[in-house]
């Protein structure tokens, strides 16, 4: 039997937004309107069990209701946009369910719902209607009930016709006479002035209709007979104006709000983009996305290749089959691929996967299938090959041959989708369904690898979908203009930083441990400073008490309060800097407390026995603009600006006696690839001058000689530079260098004055995204930009920032990549022992013996230097010392 299910969008949307507590995702979109609406959803869904659903939508602010009074709905207020912003993200969220919705001008949400009950009464079909308005009370009938929202979008009431018999004493067609004689403050439809629910109920209660309490106007005493008489018309139209139309002329049929569930792929993409990860683990949704699938490939569908498990035995029949090898799967479980467990390998054919045990291939009968992996001309399409290729050498293993990564090819082709899985890409490309890997082995604390024959099988299904998307990506990389991208800088890449992870960093513990103990004694220092301020003693790492020190002791000003007492997030601190000396000291024992957690214990940890070094692991498929992430441990983040953070270098040290630290950054690199980019005569001719850019932009901006720029205006300078490059707002800039939003926006505006090349870029790079929906780097990387077209504005102008940054950061990202591999063929070249250890955002890390010194000061500056042409220098300082510290 069928059910359908109606909800009014746009009231529940508010209704949810008003009752949710603020949420924003890390993109700075606000979500607790979409929270709100999706629990409610799902509520919906588990309890009713609907046959159809559908969402109506009001199409614009103009309908027919306004041809007959101009202030229908006059009085609202503005929309708050942080719930405009919302209304797209919902619309995306119900495709994502699977959930008609619709839309249509000239019409409200109650029309298009009250046509459609219109036809489920005539259908006898059972429905629900869900809103937030009462109005929608005279549609309840046999077939339909009306569930009226309260307490948010978490509890309803419902209404049949008996019901608003049992609360109104009227039938649900009296709700538009009631309406017609209070009126609706909120739709600004007037009624008779004077009459409330309570008289308006004991007139219809004698009289039935409006047009009976006019046609019996005379029966009426003093003031009320004098009001009904006064405003005859008012109340005629707004009966009109409260009659829900319901001959709508859908374009949209009973068909399309068929609802035969969610599919689970794309309910959990959509959910990973909000960030809704309560709702993942209560769904216990699959980690793969579906986007871009139009159906096929998704779980039902089965792959038609044979798996072949590999015993000692049959390893024979293997390695006769190798020259048919299309794809290989290595298996290895753990995230960090340092300590990750080998568990089998899968090749496929075209038509079989075999599936090979990792203690059968470390094993003398393996020794023939260990030669191919390690055979350079043995030609391997594999996926993430970065972490095989670790995985591998880290049991004695040289993976060799790789010419094609699924993994990274799919991060070039969408790097905002940083899952990348093969359930996911296999879905996007309709193929046959490969499960998640968490739904075969579990999560967290239910993680277990399943028994050999559900295990051999998914490992066939991966190599088979390797199998098929390598070709598939390698056409669109072609397509795209990313092919030299891929081929000839992040496939190699991706080899060399496996070298340089397994190489390692050698840690002197001791020097680790000896600068713990300073930092405890700084923090104890700190600790003390900070209870004199108090006048007394508390937990500083207790929100609470923290709270209750700064503004009922000290009575600071309270800056923002959440729903458990004061903030006290770094944000709050640095406002309220100013205001006490107590502010400095906590900061520096949070930046203590903050390094001797995370970096002198957490290196300690990190440091493996077996080689006395940390290997950290580069990730080349998370940021979108193309830069490495380091893990396991991170030595990117380091706080170099403490004193305390910048000793932690001391402890890092060659590996071999005699050797010396050598380390190469580049100067400036992202303001010189803006001189390039925008063609900025000014930045230009600074860069080619060497001069000092932030005094040069200092001079240009307050328009002094290069003798009258003092340190306080070079700092604002700088701040203004790097804000530019990474599209800082005229508020960010304020609270950078806690001036007013007003003062920043002179000073944005005072440097697009100065530099009007910069701005013209900009505008133009801004423009271009919106024609071609993406931006490129100089080595033609992209960046898909599909909000830059949004109508919503939040939306649309963190796109166009995203725009203006991403050539820049992106560029500056791809030169040290490059260099990277420059360096490596170099060494390799000239024959070199000294090894490259490090990439640090813009610096080269190498270990170097004493007699190649003089020839890595030259080498590696000019390989740097070298690595693409800019019309301005590109510039790398080197130094070398005993230690990581000395190079600077």
Known sequence: MDKWILIDGNSIAN?????????????GLHTNAVYGFTTMLLRLIEEEQPTHMMVAFDAGKITFRHEGYEDYKGGRAKTPSELSEQFPLIKELLKAFGIAQYELGGFEADDIIGTLTRIADEKGVQTLVVSGDKDMLQLASNQVTIAITRKGVSEVDRFTPEAVGEKYNLTPEQIIDLKGLMGDASDNIPGIPGVGEKTALKLLHEYGTVEEVLANAGSLKGKMKEKVDQHREEALM????????????LEQGVEEMAYSGYQPYQLSEAFRKLEFKSLLERLDLPSGSASGSDGAGEEGQESAIETVSVEADGIQALVDDLKQVKAVLIEATGENPHHADLLAIAL?????????????????????????????????????????????????IKLKGTTFDV????????????????????????????????????????????????????????????????????????????????????LPLSSILAGMEKQGIEVRSDTIAQLGQEIEGKITSSMNEVYRYAGMEFNIGSTRQLGEVLFDKLGLPVVKKTKTGYSTDADVL????????????????????????TYVEGLLKEIRKDTGKVHTYFRQTIAATGRLSSQFPNLQNIPIRLEEGRKIRKAFVPSEPGWFILAADYSQIELRVLAHISGDEGLKDAFIHNMDIHTKTAMDVFGVAADQVDSNMRRQAKAVNFGIVYGISDFGLSQNLNITRKEA??????????????????????AQAREDGYVTTLLERRRYLPEIKASNFNLRSFAERTAMNTPIQGTAADIIKLAMVRMNEKLAEQKLRSRMLLQVHDELVFEVPEDELAIMEKLVPEVMAGAIELDVPLRADVSYGANWYETK
Request: hydrophobic share 40%.
């Open 348 to 396: 496929a054919t075209d038509t079989k996967a075999y599936v090979v045990p990792a203690d059968l291939l470390l094993s003398e009968q393996g020794l023939l299938l260990k030669e191919w992996l390690e055979d350079e001309q043995a030609f391997k399409q594999g996926y993430d090959m970065h972490k095989a290729e670790l995985a591998l050498a880290w049991n004695g």
């Open 15 to 27: 209704r949810a937004f008003y009752a949710m507590p603020p949420l924003t995702n890390s993109a």
């Open 574 to 597: 640095e406002r309220l800097e100013p205001y006490h000396g107590i502010i400095p000291s906590i900061l520096h024992y949070r930046q203590l407390t903050k390094l001797q957690s």
């Open 238 to 249: 707004s009966k009109k104006l409260a009659t829900i139309f319901r001959e709508v002329p």
């Open 407 to 490: 993994q990274l090819a799919a991060y070039l082709l969408d790097p905002s989708d940083s899952g990348q899985t093969l359930n996911g890409l296999s879905a996007r490309y309709s193929l046959p369904h490969v499960p998640a890997d968490e739904d075969v082995y579990g999560k967290g604390a239910k993680f277990k690898v399943p028994d050999q024959e559900v295990l051999h099988v998914h490992l066939a299904r991966k190599a088979e979908a390797v199998r098929r998307l390598a070709p598939l990506q390698a056409r669109e990389l072609e397509e795209s203009g990313m092919h030299r991208l891929f081929y000839e800088l992040e």
């Open 745 to 766: 926006a002179q000073f944005i505006e005072q440097y697009f004055v100065a530099f009007k090349g910069v701005r013209k870029y900009m505008d133009d790079i801004v």
